[in-house]
T-cell receptor
């Protein structure tokens, strides 16, 4: 299976701890997106990479959040000093830059902050 | 500011009948619309899309209709099957001011579809 993968699938942490999630996109996809989904809502855009360049960040992405894609392949999303409001499903998606192409999502990382 | 809205939180349909899921949007800068299906504890799975220059796209049992003047789109599933039971999200893709799309999606809140045998 060469779809988008995310690790870990589940993470439980205590308030104030740092967490890091990883996303491996489909290999030929140069665009990578992070979204966050809370209960009863659709996914909300967080940030976007074209190759290794981070081209847009949502205002939802506070200073405690940082994302990287150092070699233009996998990406990491780190949350520092987690808060209970950070509890959500964090989704990664990838896409080629060709016109009309679709974003394909990974299975997500479910974060619970106690 | 909810730019993409799915006003029906849930829909219940008998197997074999048509399911119609609706979506409204407000932003004229959207250039592509997509429907995703999501099961619990999984990521969204792409179903079907439509360009803003078209009014219909069909793929097997799934058809998406776009009414640009009303800023409304709908997903028709015919015939509905119990395996179609899931949450369905409507999503719209942004273009920037220069008309170039970089792919950021705005999602609706989702509609829970239940297909009864």
């Amino acid at each position: 299976d060469t779809g988008v993968s995310q690790d870990p699938r589940h993470k439980i942490t205590k308030r104030g701890q740092n967490v890091t999630f990883r996303c491996d996109p489909i290999s030929e996809h140069n665009r990578l997106y992070w979204y966050r989904q809370t209960l009863g809502q659709g996914p909300e855009f967080l940030t976007y990479f074209q190759n290794e360049a981070q081209l847009e960040k949502s205002r939802l992405l506070s200073d405690r959040f940082s994302a990287e894609r150092p070699k233009g392949s996998f990406s990491t999303l780190e949350i520092q000093r987690t808060e209970q409001g950070d509890s959500a499903m964090y989704l990664c998606a990838s896409q080629t830059s060709m016109a009309g192409q679709t974003q394909y999502f990974g299975p997500g990382t479910r974060l619970l902050v106690l | 500011d909810q730019q993409v809205k799915q006003n029906s939180p849930s829909l219940s349909v008998q197997e074999g009948r048509i399911s119609i899921l609706n979506c409204d949007y407000t932003n004229s800068m959207f250039d592509y619309f997509l429907w995703y299906k999501k099961y619990p504890a999984e990521g969204p799975t792409f179903l079907i899309s439509i360009s803003s220059i078209k009014d219909k796209n069909e793929d097997g049992r799934f058809t998406v209709f776009l009414n640009k003047s009303a800023k409304h789109l709908s997903l028709h599933i015919v015939p509905s099957q119990p395996g179609d039971s899931a949450v369905y999200f409507c999503a719209a893709r942004h273009t920037n001011a220069g008309g170039t799309s970089y792919g950021k999606l705005t999602f609706g809140q989702g509609t829970i579809l239940t297909v009864h045998p």
